[in-house]
């Protein structure tokens, strides 16, 4: 499986060829999931229960664990995730996660 690549702005990234470049395997998994968890619950107009609710997250920590986990295993190749929030701080809460793919290889999102 692949996705269209994007750059460290979220905006379509080209190949040599000036191509819109594309990932793939683990490069693939782990920008699949960084685009799941980045969408706010009710977001996505097809599906209103796709996404995390993001309103409070000192007061629900445990509960936004849960739905980002349940997020990354929406992706296709992901076997199991583990969050770890590493910072809150100006309502940007920057976390770290985990992946193990189907393969049993691991994979770090937002390190």
Known sequence: MKTLALDE????ELDEFNNIAVKSDNERLAQ?????VRVF??????D???GV???????IR???????????AMVEG???SLVVFDEL???????????????GEQVIVGE
């Open 89 to 103: 701080k100006d309502r940007t809460l920057k976390t770290t996660i985990y992946l193990t793919n189907e393969n």
């Open 62 to 72: 445990e509960d936004l664990k849960l739905q980002i986990n349940e997020q990354a």
């Open 78 to 80: 992901v076997a199991e």
């Open 48 to 50: 209103v229960n796709r």
């Open 41 to 46: 619950l009710g977001e996505v107009p097809f």
């Open 9 to 12: 702005n979220w905006d379509l």
């Open 32 to 36: 699949d999931v960084a685009s799941s």
């Open 53 to 59: 609710d993001y309103n409070n997250p000192d007061a």
